[in-house]
């Protein structure tokens, strides 16, 4: 096989409670690239389209993931890259993640998986770095591993699997401004109180504690964020008015996917989640501010080949 064809998966990070540790996967959208063998050495991009992106490797967070993975192997030969962006970038839903997420995992389908996937995730992360400017992984790891992940730990990388409850649905509302992850992570403060931390935890050890356990009533319990939020929101416009509403359409919790300006919920069922989906349109609609809206289930398989 010379050519493969994947759909990346845009991914949901922080998950409120889990800042740079949780994230989920969704089906509803993500990114196509077309990744080939080619005689000459080195990575190249040779298309993209959807979003005015940067061409060469280092600048480009496919080229730079794909770098790092070619640079530990042997080859006599190359590998080009197009890229299909659907994932606006600064979306807050893993635009950059998709990217290099998606290069490493088409040339290492094409060279017949010598990598498994936390290898995989290792090398996106120098691609993640470059968009965000610090090496993280709650975005890679839910596009590459699929459902929920959360991140044990960077050195070394263990990342781990959470199961997801049959009947969880996601609605997310992208505001159409941008909001780069660097300058988000600029207005978090470097201390925080005791006493938020111990209630960050909690909600953190209650949340994967209730996806386990298909308990949709502690997970609408733990959504809840004391740290991120109340700075990153500022960000965000009508931020307080979508979540006030989608919690009164029934949504299980709702908040900051990533590093923003999108708005995630969670809820039980896809009925309410088009409830929440109507909720929050109802708002935006009367801002001026153009928008998008994907309703997802949760996606438990990943990245895949198309």
Not at 75 to 97: M, N, Q, W
Not at 171 to 187: D, F, G, L, N, Y
Not at 192 to 217: E, F, K, M, P, R
Request: hydrophobic share 40%; with cysteine.
């Amino acid at each position: 096989m010379n050519e493969i064809k994947i759909f990346s998966p845009a991914t949901v990070a922080n998950v409120s409670c889990g800042f740079d540790v949780l994230g989920f996967c969704l089906d509803s959208v993500g990114d196509d690239m077309v990744i080939r063998k080619i005689e000459k050495k080195g990575i190249y991009i040779s298309k993209i389209e959807g979003f005015d992106l940067p061409y060469e490797t280092e600048l480009n967070v496919a080229g730079v993931s794909a770098l790092a993975m070619y640079n530990s192997l042997d080859l006599d030969f190359g590998f080009e890259i197009e890229i299909y962006k659907k994932i606006k970038p600064g979306s807050g839903i893993g635009s950059s993640a998709a990217s290099a997420v998606g290069s490493v995992f088409g040339m290492n389908e094409l060279l017949g998986r010598p990598y498994n996937k936390t290898q995989l995730t290792e090398f996106a992360i120098k691609g993640e770095a470059l968009a965000s400017k610090c090496e993280h992984a709650d975005n890679l790891a839910p596009a590459l591993f699929g459902g929920f992940t959360l991140v044990k730990s960077l050195k070394p990388l263990e990342i781990l699997q959470i199961p997801s409850p049959d009947d969880l649905f996601a609605t997310i509302i992208h505001p159409q401004i941008e909001i780069k992850t660097s300058e988000s992570r600029a207005v978090l403060p470097n201390q925080v109180a005791l006493s938020d931390a111990i209630t960050q935890w909690s909600n953190l050890g209650s949340l994967v504690h209730a996806l386990h356990t298909s308990d949709y009533n502690l997970i609408k319990n733990s959504l809840h964020d004391v740290i991120i939020e109340p700075h990153r929101s500022k960000l965000i416009p009508h931020y307080e008015e979508v979540k006030k509403v989608v919690l009164k359409a029934g949504a299980l919790g709702a908040g900051i996917s990533g590093s923003g300006p999108s708005i995630f919920s969670l809820c039980k069922g896809i009925e309410m989640a088009k409830n929440v989906e109507d909720a929050m349109r109802n708002v935006y609609a009367k801002t001026g501010i153009e928008f998008d809206i994907h309703v997802s289930k949760i996606n438990i398989e990943g990245i895949k080949i198309k």
